[in-house]
């Protein structure tokens, strides 16, 4: 009999950790080894059981689901991770794929596209569900060719959460929905700025601003009028 694929799932629902690990038990390939409800003690049993795969929501109690997939692929490169979350906007996305995540299925499509998903990220491929796919391609269509080819030494001197902060700060989001679509605290959100401003040598919100508009970063015509 060959090996099955482990799975951990990290999820803060019980009944949902339910509903997946049913939905998974109906494919014989792969066997869920374990299940968490936060961030802790899903990289404790990451770290323990080391599976092949790991379930994981994006909105954790003590963390957020982005970061811990990020700790989970240092700690454990060859670990697969398949995002299953409400969350279908494409900043969530393309952070979770940045963060190492090799799959990104919403919830309320889990029930017929999870294994689907599983099996092509289990065996090394990488999976969105066809539900959000029109989404990233008109998205990344709006995309500037020139916002991936930003060689300004200061600029990478940020970490690339301060250059997640940098832009949402330039195009005027206030700190405490930057601090939610981040999953992170205002205070973090106002120490990651200091960071910039100081990195940068930048004094103003306006200077910021300028500076992010002269890399390509922000639309200029937002600040307009």
Sequence with gaps: ????TTVLIVDDHPLFREGLKFLISRNTTFDVVGEAGNGREGLRLAKKLKP???????????????????????????????IVSMH???????????????GYVVKESAAGRLVQGLETV??????????????VVKRLMEFPEKEAKITDAGYETLTPREQQVMRLLAEG???KEIAERLFISPKTVENHRTNIMSKLDLHSTIELIRYAARLGLIDVDLWKG
């Design 173 to 175: 989001t206030p700190a």
């Design 1 to 4: 009999m060959s090996r099955k």
């Design 88 to 102: 279908s906007k494409i900043d969530y996305i393309s952070e979770a794929f940045q963060a190492g995540a090799t």
């Design 52 to 82: 092949d795969l790991v379930i994981m929501d994006i909105s954790l109690p003590d963390t957020s689901g982005i970061d811990l997939t990020r700790d989970i692929r240092r700690l454990l490169p060859e670990t697969r991770v398949m």
């Design 122 to 135: 289990s065996n090394g491929g990488y999976f969105l569900d066809s539900s959000l796919s029109h989404k």
